[in-house]
């Protein structure tokens, strides 16, 4: 399966992703483009170092549609079936999700459906929550919305502040992210509503 993963800064998770596919962890893949919406995103010279093909496509003042409309035309042309948001900071429009019709995944650094939106972890925080973690999902029209795929749980300490339970959150991210995306590319999941459960045996 051919994976597009769209960036806009660090691109930590992006790289967990490229290594379990090279690894062949995510067995039958190749992640056949990374996007940025951010000619300056970090994680452009890190998927390049990995030989994966890198593009810049910057929203500039057009509307959202037209900006989508270019991703989506690359993402196409190299036949990308799962698309992976990977701190990647645009809502996608309705014309992006129904492009992709259940092939767009995100992770978030918070148990959604609590703390959506920016600065989750200082939500977290500021909330006074003993526990929180991150999930991936699907991609619906809205934010931070669709059906959740996995999460995991990470404790909230006494002496966090939102960059260090970022930074613990952020170690659990990446195994969460790859094992959830190697279960869809190898069929193991299927969606009832809105509940992602494992494919039973007699459904085929
Ligand atoms: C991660 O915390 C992810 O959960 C959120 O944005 C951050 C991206 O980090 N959506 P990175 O660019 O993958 O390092």
């Known amino acids: 399966m051919k994976i597009g993963i769209l960036i806009s800064g660090r691109g930590s998770n992006m790289l967990a992703i490229v290594k379990a596919v090279q690894s062949g962890f995510i ?22 170092e990995r030989g994966i093909k890198t593009l810049a496509i910057a929203k500039n003042k057009r ?5 989508d409309a270019e991703i989506i035309c690359e993402l196409k042309k190299r036949n990308v079936e799962l698309v992976c948001l990977a701190g990647y900071m645009r809502l996608l429009s309705p014309e992006f999700i129904r492009a992709f019709p259940n092939r767009i995944l995100n992770i978030h650094p918070s148990l959604l459906p609590s703390f959506k939106g ?25 934010l931070d919305h669709g059906a959740i795929i996995a999460q995991k749980t990470v404790e909230v300490l006494d002496k966090d502040t939102a960059g260090s339970l970022a930074a613990r959150i952020l170690e659990y991210e990446h195994a969460l992210y790859t094992h959830a995306i190697k279960k869809i590319v190898e069929g193991e999941i299927e969606i009832r509503g809105r509940r992602v459960i494992a494919k039973q045996p007699n459904d085929g």
């Open 27 to 48: 067995s039958g893949s190749e992640v056949a483009a990374v996007i940025s919406d951010k000619a300056s995103a970090e994680g452009l010279i890190k998927a390049k």
């Open 63 to 67: 509307p959202r549609e037209e900006h």
């Open 118 to 142: 920016l600065d989750a972890q200082q939500q977290a925080i500021d909330y006074g929550v003993k526990v929180s973690g991150c999930t991936v999902h699907f991609v619906d029209e809205d």
